[in-house]
């Protein structure tokens, strides 16, 4: 069972540049988030999906776009890198509304992205 | 402003004590809370969680105590396991589809 599976790993963009991070999940899970992790931060929520083609912004979406086709995958894209995007990205999934007896968020392994 | 707080950024406790970690929120709209606790290079994974209408839950070594009145919640530890050196993040939750709210982290460090 591969749970939450997120591409790339580790990237290094130049300014400017585009890139999408892939996240997939084989869980059948209706919920679906894209988190940052700061250096000496707790996670922050840049998207979140509620199901296939539903998505909504959380606390730090700026510079940021999600696409929901299917249940499966819920891609983060990045357009015009900048220096303030060099993060590590986790992708999430849980099958409730998050807390809860089935709202147990399952996280991929994240992605470091590194803007010079 | 942050919802979730863990004051102390790093925890040094020896193998077979008692380890404490703390937690603090504001926002009262907050009714379920989780422990997350994460490896380096890995992403965090569920360790405990305690409904608002509960004061206590337990899973083996793991024992979180909610006191909604100070909105403080902490996890305990016991004993104290090598393998437990890891960051360990509360979050918390308002019901809604938007997620959790982390804290900054507690890294805490085994002893032997």
């Known amino acids: 069972n591969a749970g939450v599976t997120q591409t790339p790993k580790f990237r290094i963009l130049k300014i400017g540049q585009s890139m999408t991070l892939q996240c997939a999940q084989d869980m059948n899970h209706n919920y679906m988030y894209w988190y940052r992790q700061d250096p000496g931060m707790g996670l922050k929520l840049i998207y979140y999906s509620v199901g296939a083609g539903i998505t909504d912004k959380g606390e730090v979406p700026n510079g940021y776009n999600v696409s929901r086709s299917t249940t499966e995958d819920f891609p983060l894209r990045l357009e015009l890198a900048a220096p303030s995007q060099t993060s590590v990205y986790f992708c999430?999934?849980?099958?409730?509304?998050?807390?809860?007896?089935?709202?147990?968020?399952?996280f991929g392994e994240g992605s470091r992205l590194t803007v010079l | 402003d942050q919802q979730v707080k863990q004051n102390s950024p790093s925890l040094s406790v020896q193998e077979g004590r008692i380890s404490i970690l703390n937690c603090d929120y504001t926002?009262?709209?907050?009714?379920?809370f989780l422990w997350y606790k994460k490896y380096p290079a890995e992403g965090p994974t569920f360790l405990i969680s305690?409904?608002?209408?509960?004061d206590k839950n337990e899973d083996g070594r793991f024992t979180v105590f909610l006191n909604k009145s100070a909105k403080h919640l902490s996890l305990h530890i016991v004993p104290s396991q090598p393998g437990d050196s890891a960051v360990y993040f509360c979050a918390a939750s308002r019901g809604g589809a938007d997620g959790l709210t982390f804290g900054k982290g507690t890294h805490l460090i085994i002893q032997p």
């Open positions: 999430a999934s849980s099958y409730g509304v998050a807390g809860g007896d089935t709202g147990e968020l399952f």
């Open positions: 926002n009262s709209m907050f009714d379920y």
């Open positions: 305690i409904s608002s209408i509960k």
